[in-house]
């Protein structure tokens, strides 16, 4: 995809502004980690890649003036507003852990240098993910017929990562090597990750696309028209439970009930070991206007109770396998993924 979802340039970090797309195209500059972590709040950067990758540009952008001192005083208090912003995605305590250790290394640093060398490991994560969802998407591939229908939820595509994407990687992935993939994309209430991003990067990328409410994929699943289910994750936890966006649970059961593999696009650092099973993994609750409010039109009545957790969590027995770009994981997942993470 042409357009970059984030961008490091003359020490400053860019960012398209997803909540306009697909109907405008404006690129955000941010100069500070305040900045950056309000995007990353704001949902102008969302997915769980991307998110980890803004906050390592974040944590170098707040590194920018240093002048030498309390270097780890100056990280906590950066980290701590970074972490604040979304707390499902395990890639972001990820990120602010690789860019903790590496200034831990470096303190014996000037300033200056200092700064760079964390503006490197920035730029050494973004420039990884990229290579992952490449590695991840050839595994994934190998799992598709050469004509094949992918049901797809929310955007796990080169919007929420540093580029290329995971699940929608895998498609892309599918399609160098020559196969013939189309892909059914969830619209994704609230937010509309699906029918805004999704659809708006696979018709960028000439990748025959059809949305569909969320409402629709039991149909859609039982009509017998879809290959098979892939989406991304933004924590999966030891056992192999899959924190994704809400919607995927449902998705998961309906799969599982008409027969239709169920794959999780799973870059490792979105996979937290830490986390033995679901339950414990941290569920953000988000504003009600996202569930009462339609393009900024009032849907429900004023007052009305609201209920709106951004993710759900799909138990493991559900999983059919987790593409990660060291292969494919298989239940029992306790042992599929420590092996993986192990690099064995
Ligand atoms: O709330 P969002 O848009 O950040 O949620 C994104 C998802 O749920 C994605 O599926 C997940 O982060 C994986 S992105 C490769």
């Not at 870059?267 to 830490?274: N, T, V, W």
């Amino acid at each position: 995809m042409a357009v970059k979802t984030i961008e490091w340039r003359g020490d400053r970090v860019f960012m398209i502004d997803q909540r306009l797309l697909p109907g405008r195209e404006v690129v955000r500059r941010y100069d500070d980690y305040r900045g950056v972590a309000e995007a990353i709040r704001t949902m102008v950067i969302r997915g769980a890649p991307a998110i980890g990758v803004a906050a390592a540009m974040g944590v170098a952008l707040g590194f920018r003036d240093f002048a030498g001192g309390r270097a780890e005083a100056r990280f906590d208090r950066i980290a701590k507003t970074l972490r604040a912003t979304r707390p499902t995605a395990v890639n972001l305590a990820w990120a602010l852990e690789r860019m903790e250790r590496t200034l831990r290394e470096n303190l014996a640093l000037d300033g200056a240098r200092l700064f760079r060398r964390l503006r490197a490991e920035a730029l050494a994560i973004y420039a990884e993910d990229l290579a992952v969802n490449r590695a991840l998407g050839k595994f994934g591939a190998e799992l598709l017929d050469a004509e094949a229908t992918v049901l797809t939820h929310c955007n796990a595509g080169a919007l929420a990562t540093a580029g290329y994407g995971t699940a929608l990687g895998v498609v892309r992935a599918a399609r160098e090597a020559g196969k013939r993939i189309a892909v059914y994309a969830d619209e994704t209430r609230p937010f509309l990750q699906g029918a805004r991003l999704t659809a708006w990067e696979l018709r960028k990328d000439r990748i025959p696309v059809t949305v569909i409410a969320d409402n629709m994929a039991g149909t859609v699943l039982r009509s017998g028209r879809v290959s098979c289910v892939i989406v991304g994750t933004d924590r999966t936890a030891a056992n192999g439970d899959v924190a994704n966006k809400i919607g995927t649970y449902p998705l998961a059961v309906m799969a599982r009930r008409h027969d239709v593999p169920f794959y999780v696009a799973a870059p490792l650092s979105s996979i937290d070991l830490a986390c033995a099973s679901g339950e414990l993994i941290p569920i953000e609750e988000r504003a009600p206007k996202e569930i009462v409010e339609f393009a900024g039109k009032m849907v429900a009545p004023k007052g009305v109770g609201v209920f709106n957790p951004a993710f759900d969590v799909t138990p493991a027995e559900l999983v059919t396998a987790i593409i990660t770009e060291r292969g494919v994981a298989r239940p029992p997942y306790a042992e599929s993924l420590a092996r993986l993470k192990r690099g064995e």
